[in-house]
């Protein structure tokens, strides 16, 4: 079955350090790719997305492309603010009319100033 | 546009109570699924209502159970309620594409004591 492997936390960053936060995946086909990001006491919110092989996502100053031949949709950013402290997760969603997301388990993100 | 709203935000039942969650979708939106958080076993996909039909169906055991109505509003329930069942209940919806973003909401809060 489809499942998403993703970087444990949690990771401790200083402000504006370099962040990345790996995810592969296990999936037939060509699945839509998705980083959402929880903040405490709240549901999830989309960061990005990403549908094809090659696509490039972008948000906020975060940045994950497909990779299909290394099965990979790693999060970065070039520099973090505090107010980027927050769980984050890589889910995956099947091809075709199936609206069931299969998450990663989450990288919990401290940013310190 | 209003986002995905669920009702209540938070509440705490009894061993052996029952709890139903609602939640009212994006409008124009016409895919619900649910999904329950806990600490233990991250985000897991309960079930999917689409046109008031269940589309799919996670790995849970039937005391958990759904409906969706004509207008796309959704109502989950859980009978004989355990303290494993304590965690955050996640409603989502979308339009329904094959590369359809999926949107969620705060989540219910349920604690059970």
């Known amino acids: 079955g489809d499942s998403v492997t993703q970087m444990e936390g949690p990771v401790t960053l200083s402000e504006e350090a370099f962040l990345t936060i790996n995810c592969t995946y296990t999936a037939t086909g060509y699945p839509s790719l998705f980083w959402y990001v929880q903040y405490p006491g709240e549901g999830l919110q989309l960061l990005l997305k990403a549908t094809k092989a090659d696509d490039k996502g972008s948000n906020k100053g975060f940045e994950a492309t497909y990779r299909k031949e290394t099965t990979s949709f790693h999060l970065e950013k070039g520099s973090v603010q505090v107010s980027d402290s927050a769980v984050y997760f890589c889910a995956l969603k099947p091809q075709g009319l199936n609206e069931k997301l299969t998450f990663g388990t989450g990288t919990r993100l401290t940013i310190i100033p | 546009k209003a986002g995905v709203t669920q009702t209540p935000r938070y509440l705490i039942k009894t061993r052996g109570q029952q709890v139903t969650l609602s939640c009212s979708p994006i409008?124009?939106?016409?895919?619900v699924s649910w999904y329950q958080q806990t600490p233990g076993q991250g985000l897991q996909f309960l079930f999917e209502?689409?046109?008031?039909?269940?589309?799919n169906k996670g790995n849970f055991p039937g005391r958990f159970s759904g409906r969706q109505f004509s207008n796309s509003r959704s109502e989950m329930n859980v009978s004989t309620l355990e303290l494993g069942d304590s965690a955050l209940y996640l409603c989502?919806?979308?339009?329904?594409?094959?590369?359809?973003?999926?949107?969620f909401g705060e989540g219910s809060w349920l604690t059970v004591v």
């Open positions: 989502a919806s979308s339009f329904q594409g094959e590369v359809d973003t999926i949107y």
């Open positions: 409008s124009g939106h016409r895919s």
């Open positions: 209502y689409f046109s008031e039909t269940q589309r």
